[in-house]
């Protein structure tokens, strides 16, 4: 999810009866990211996956 949507995202796991429903959170736009800050994206996307994952 990027920054600009978590609200949504949070809504949305409530509304679908999975409040606090862990995601991985990115900036905002990717649309106009070079492709070394989408690389760097990714990679932080793996780290808090990893994160997220070994709680559950």
């Known amino acids: 999810m990027t920054t600009r949507?978590?609200?949504?995202?949070e809504l949305m796991s409530r509304v679908l009866g999975m409040p606090g429903y862990?995601?991985?959170?990115?900036?905002?736009?990717?649309?106009?990211?070079?492709?070394?800050g989408l690389?760097?994206?990714?990679r932080a996307?793996?780290?808090q996956m990893r994160r997220l994952l070994a709680l559950g």
């Open 5 to 9: 949507f978590v609200s949504a995202a």
């Open 22 to 36: 862990g995601f991985a959170v990115i900036a905002h736009p990717v649309s106009s990211a070079t492709d070394d």
């Open 39 to 42: 690389a760097d994206m990714a």
């Open 45 to 47: 996307t793996v780290e």
